[in-house]
């Protein structure tokens, strides 16, 4: 018995690891740039159809596709946010959830026109790999998405301490008009982040491929969870949405064993609630971060 | 000016010689509606070819009635579009039969605008029981219904594969899941029905999220009641993910029986290679059925390559080819294409197994029965994946030369 709770407990921060590499993206976008961007989900199917399309024509293997993935998505937010985002930068926010909303209609149905509804699926020699420890089974893909997010995590605490950008992503993060007193450039600071944020969804999509299939509305199933993952964190907190992304994949994993695997769901959408209830401003969050912004 | 107004006279008599009610007389017309675009577009396009077949061959043979069969199409997109579509293609196109719907939801709701008209609906290709259990008086559907999709699969799953595995059938321990829509529910409901009804042990019932990023919960729990068959009801992508996570998790099972889509299509293959091989599933033949029992299949083979201009590839061109044949067959016993005429010859026909193309028999259960219109004479198949194809291995006499029934389901770490 003990071996089978290690066993889910393992599953639990593998699924995790999957929820937090989605969520960062979309908490770094919401700290920053201040836009609650619900096609994210959306950036992280394009990654997944793009490293599919990627390994189908060329055989190329997705953990070497991200290094062309990660790039192309980036050059995509960078311009979304450039057409679609800037215009609106001084609307109210309720306009830009409008946006982002419209943006994400407009992605899901192109793929579907482009790619049709078929579920896409390759086959890796790693796709079904496990490492053995004992009675313990840990899935390889699982694993290396884990251990990317990990090192995404420590990636982003240098680049917003200790670079130039990242220090004036927090600038512009905590006070958009100091910040541009300071002499930042905000509409650099805001495109770049986006299209940061969005580029780790492409990552997240591309190391995603070996272990999910994908079909146009796989980002929007991502989306809700994503979205949980970041509130629970505290908005706009990195490290929040880590541990909260972990938090949310443990209680899908021992309730599914536990009680039933048809209540997975339902149960973090219970303890989502009750934990708020309990900190409204999230695990790590500060009161009033969706005023302060990132921190 | 009296010869001109004469030549405006003969003018328009030549006019009216060639307006519509006389061209209709030369043709029959059969409106075909189908999803041609939005998510369902593929399978659409692929029953359209099963339908230009099925016209092709027999305006070549002279028509019906001596006159030359012509299609008018309907794009079904979504429920909504198939009732404007339905409406258009009777009122508008004027036409008397209409061919479809592939999709349950699509034929559920254009066949009650068919009704209304007193307009044969002819289905083919969708299964929900639903469709015929509303009494109608014109619809009539030849393929079997989900129901008996579920009571093949979960046949094959415990009786037979008991039976195979010399296991008495009290000891024959089944796990049955579903995904938690009302597709999974009520398919995992017949199936469990079965199960208890065979008297074999019913070991595990359970539902899922299909939308569900991780299934090690579930197959944890399965693995520990230790079935001997495993009746998954799945959509594609839930599919790949249980075949996947099972392998990690080395859950392994003597018998595994797909219910319908997510396990029968090349999508599933591809994503799991070698693994798909064992893996049994009810539903449409593949075009490796014996030719003794479905004895159209050769010449549609050919068939289809000279008028599709490819091979086949996927079941419904022949399983809508299949029923479109029927419909040809009735109109000729009607002797006329007219709605009433055609009901009757339909509930007239008693035709015993073989007499499809596809081997099915025909007679269709009367007015006033639960399922009016409804084909009751067939079945569905049972197919199973062998060297990554899959290969009819029920009814038996369906099983090509060579086809053997593999169980049990190879061991993971034997793969």
Redesign the interface.
């Known amino acids: 018995m003990t071996s089978?709770i290690v066993?889910?407990a393992i599953?639990g921060l593998l699924?995790g690891g999957?929820?937090a590499l989605v969520a960062i993206g979309l908490t770094l976008i919401f700290g920053v740039v201040r836009v609650v961007n619900f096609a994210q989900g959306e950036f992280l199917m394009l990654g997944m159809y793009l490293a599919f399309w990627l390994f189908a024509f060329w055989g190329v293997d997705p953990y070497l596709a991200v290094l062309v993935t990660a790039p192309a998505i980036f050059a995509l937010g960078v311009l979304v946010q450039r057409v679609f985002i800037r215009p609106f930068f001084n609307a109210p926010s309720n306009s830009l959830i409008l946006v982002t909303f419209g943006l994400s209609i407009i992605l899901q149905n192109s793929a579907?026109l482009a790619w049709?509804?078929?579920?896409?699926?390759?086959?890796t020699s790693y796709?079904?790999a496990?490492l053995r420890l004992g009675e313990l089974?840990v899935?390889v893909p699982r694993l290396v998405i884990l251990v990317v997010t990990l090192g995404i995590v420590a990636g982003l605490y240098v680049v917003l301490q200790r670079t130039y950008w990242g220090m004036a992503m927090s600038a512009v993060a905590q006070d958009r008009k100091a910040a541009v007193l300071m002499g930042v450039n905000i509409h650099w600071v805001y495109m770049l982040t986006f299209g940061l944020g969005v580029g780790l969804e492409a990552v997240a999509g591309t190391l995603l491929i070996p272990?999910?299939?994908v079909?146009p509305s796989?980002g929007a199933?991502?989306t809700i969870?994503a979205f949980v993952v970041v509130v629970l964190g505290g908005m706009g907190n990195v490290f929040g949405a880590f541990l909260a992304g972990l938090i949310i994949?443990l209680i899908?994993?021992?309730?599914?064993?536990f009680i039933?695997?048809?209540l997975?769901?339902a149960l973090y959408y219970a303890m989502f609630v009750a934990i708020l209830v309990a900190r409204p401003q999230g695990l790590l969050g500060v009161v009033g971060a969706q005023e302060m912004g990132f921190r | 000016m009296t010869s001109r107004f004469a030549t405006l006279l003969v003018l328009l008599c030549q006019l009216a010689s060639v307006s519509p009610p006389a061209e209709a007389a030369d043709v029959i017309k059969i409106g075909v509606l189908l999803p041609l675009s939005?998510?369902?577009?593929?399978e659409g396009s692929e029953v359209l070819k099963g339908f230009e077949d099925a016209r092709v061959e027999q305006n070549e043979k002279g028509g019906l009635l001596g006159r030359q069969i012509e299609f008018v199409k309907g794009d079904a997109v979504d429920a909504k579009a198939a009732v404007s579509e339905a409406e258009r293609l009777i009122s508008v196109e004027g036409v008397k039969i209409i061919l479809g719907t592939f999709s349950s939801v699509l034929s559920f709701a254009a066949s009650t605008v068919a009704e209304k008209n007193n307009v044969v609906y002819w289905e083919t290709g969708a299964v929900a029981d639903t469709i015929t259990a509303r009494g109608y008086q014109y619809l009539f559907r030849n393929e079997p219904p989900a129901s008996k999709l579920a009571r093949a699969a979960a046949r094959f799953g415990t009786v037979t594969a008991a039976e195979t595995l010399g296991i008495p059938i009290k000891q024959f321990k089944v796990a049955v899941i579903g995904e938690?829509s009302s597709y999974g529910k009520a398919v995992s409901e017949t199936v469990k029905t079965v199960v208890e009804e065979v008297g074999a042990q019913l070991v595990a019932y359970?539902?899922?999220?299909a939308?569900?990023?991780?299934?090690?919960?579930?197959i944890?729990?399965l693995k520990a009641k230790q079935p001997d068959a495993l009746i998954p009801t799945t959509y594609?992508?839930d599919g790949?993910?249980l075949h996947?996570?099972m392998?990690?998790?080395?859950l392994n099972v003597k018998v595994f029986v797909g219910t319908g889509v997510g396990h029968n299509t090349d999508?599933f293959k591809?994503?799991?290679?070698k693994?798909a091989n064992g893996v049994i599933v009810s539903g449409w033949p593949s075009p490796t059925i014996n030719p003794d029992y479905a004895k159209g299949l050769p010449a549609f083979l050919a068939l289809h390559k000279r008028v599709s201009k490819e091979d086949i590839k996927s079941p419904h061109p022949f399983g809508n080819y299949n029923g479109a044949w029927l419909l040809w067959r009735v109109i000729e016993r009607a002797k006329s294409a007219d709605p009433a005429a055609i009901r009757t010859a339909a509930l007239a026909m008693d035709e015993p197994e073989g007499f499809q193309p596809i081997g099915w028999g025909v007679k269709f259960a009367a007015a006033g029965a639960p399922n009016a219109g409804q084909n009751t004479r067939p079945d569905w198949f049972v197919e199973q994946w062998q060297g990554e194809k899959l290969h009819t291995i029920w009814p038996p006499k369906a099983m090509a030369k060579g086809i053997k029934v593999v169980l049990p389901f190879p061991q993971w770490s034997e793969r």
């Open positions: 089978l066993q889910v599953n699924l999957i929820y579907l049709k509804s078929d579920p896409r699926a390759i086959e796709s079904n496990a089974s899935s272990v999910y299939s079909t796989t199933t991502f969870v994949g899908e994993a021992f309730s599914g064993f039933s695997p048809q997975q769901g | 939005g998510p369902l577009a593929y938690d359970e539902f899922y999220e939308a569900t990023k991780d299934m090690s919960s579930l944890l729990r594609v992508n790949i993910l996947r996570q392998k990690q998790f080395g999508k591809d994503a799991v290679g693994d």
